[in-house]
């Protein structure tokens, strides 16, 4: 097998979002636009209620699918479709907007940590203004798969003959939170076809030889297979990969399509209240 090297280092740099939160945003910033399929990622973390309780409020989305991963705290979603979900600790939650969502994320708790995970996910053009589509699961719903010395939480795709709870299937989404001891060694195969990234956020690692510190989003080159080596105090990561779409992108804030002249009829439609047009379908448990 050819490892996968590091062909990107993207530090994740300080945003303010919704009523005035603050996340870690790598993908989604000058330094990294996109990487097909995926459009943003964002890290969010404090343990100071003033810095999160805000929430994000009410807000549209169209042409895209959210990605939530709640490692800490819990976050009620409420939505323009009916859907009313209170993601916990190790719960996730996806979202096809498609054609039009409005929701929130509110805190739901008034002290301890809240941090997590939100990536966006493009959608081909053909599903861009489809129904939209809802699955949620709590943290008990997600298989993990003990290693010699870790743990790999399986969110997406397939990892060691166990299947995640989301089903992507636009883009085939892999997506795993993976736990090592220290020094511990994490490998698996990974086609060529996906592109990748993994993003530490606890402890340290090392890629292909390369150190890979907190808060600091690697995008995997060529190869067919990866492996990450945990530093002397261990490491905690995202591993996501997916299937490019090969599409024009064009992004005017919460609204993702393949032309100028749909992001126009977007914004048009949430003025004149045609954003929304079909309710979701629920999945999850």
Request: aromatic share 8%; with cysteine; glycine share 10%.
């Amino acid at each position: 097998m050819n490892t996968r090297c590091i062909r990107q280092l993207v530090p994740a740099f300080e945003v303010t979002e919704g009523a005035g939160v603050t996340v870690h945003r790598s993908i989604g910033t000058p330094a990294l636009k996109n990487l097909d399929p995926f459009l943003m990622l964002d890290h969010f973390g404090s343990d100071d209620p003033d810095e999160y309780i805000a929430g994000f409020p009410d807000h549209p989305h169209r042409g895209f699918i959210t990605f939530t991963y709640m490692l800490d705290g819990h976050m009620e979603h409420r939505d323009s479709m009916g859907n009313r979900g209170d993601l916990k600790a190790g719960g996730v939650q996806w979202m096809k907007a498609a054609s039009g969502v409005i929701h929130s994320e509110m805190p739901q708790q008034s002290n301890g940590l809240m941090r997590g995970f939100q990536l966006w996910i493009n959608l081909p053009a053909s599903e861009k203004l489809s129904d939209p589509a809802y699955q949620e699961f709590s943290s008990t719903a997600i298989p993990e798969v003990e290693l010699g010395q870790g743990r790999v939480r399986v969110l997406a795709g397939e990892f060691d003959g166990t299947r995640g709870v989301i089903d992507d299937p636009a883009t085939d989404v892999l997506y795993l939170d993976v736990s090592l001891a220290a020094d511990a060694r994490f490998s698996l195969p990974l086609e060529a076809a996906r592109n990748a990234f993994v993003y530490v956020f606890e402890g340290s690692a090392r890629l292909a030889g390369e150190a890979l510190a907190m808060h600091t989003l690697a995008v995997l080159g060529e190869g067919d297979a990866v492996e990450v080596i945990a530093g002397e105090t261990g490491a905690r990561f995202i591993l996501v990969a997916g299937r490019p779409l090969g599409e024009p992108v064009v992004q005017y804030g919460p609204f993702v399509m393949n032309t100028r002249e749909e992001i126009e009829q977007a914004f048009a439609d949430y003025r004149d209240g045609r954003l929304v047009r079909a309710r979701a379908a629920l999945t999850g448990h």
